[in-house]
Nanobody, 123 residues
């Protein structure tokens, strides 16, 4: 089983990035998929979630700026991030859970977890 994130990098404030998370080794389409982020020394923060039916949910801090989507044919999860702010700087992780339910679980409650991709928003 693998979740492999990509697409992170350095971007200026106001810029955009698209993160991807390639899944393998499990029945991806049946899982709720979440994006979470963490800054060293701070609490992990749930960013966006999409259930197996494709229904998205967002943290208030990213509503209107981030869009989560999934391609079940490609077993890939996406996070389109626009109007990026310095406070969006973090390591971004994708995670899978089945069944869904409570939002923004503790790491050990997810079935699968990726290695993360760093996003840095700075001028």
């Amino acid at each position: 089983v693998q979740l492999v994130e990509s697409g992170g990098g350095l971007v200026q404030p106001g810029g955009s990035l698209r993160l991807s998370c390639a899944a393998s080794g499990f029945t991806y389409s049946r899982y709720r998929m979440d994006w979470l982020r963490q800054v060293p020394g701070k609490e992990r923060e749930g960013v966006a979630s999409i259930d197996s039916d494709g229904n998205p949910r967002y943290a208030d801090s990213v509503k209107g700026r981030f869009t989560i989507s999934r391609d079940n044919a490609k077993n890939t999860l996406y996070l389109q991030m626009t109007s990026l702010k310095p406070e969006d700087t973090a390591m971004y992780y994708c995670a899978a859970v089945n069944p869904g339910g409570t939002m923004w679980l503790a790491r050990q409650e997810y079935n699968y977890w990726g290695q993360g991709t760093q996003v840095t928003v700075s001028s």
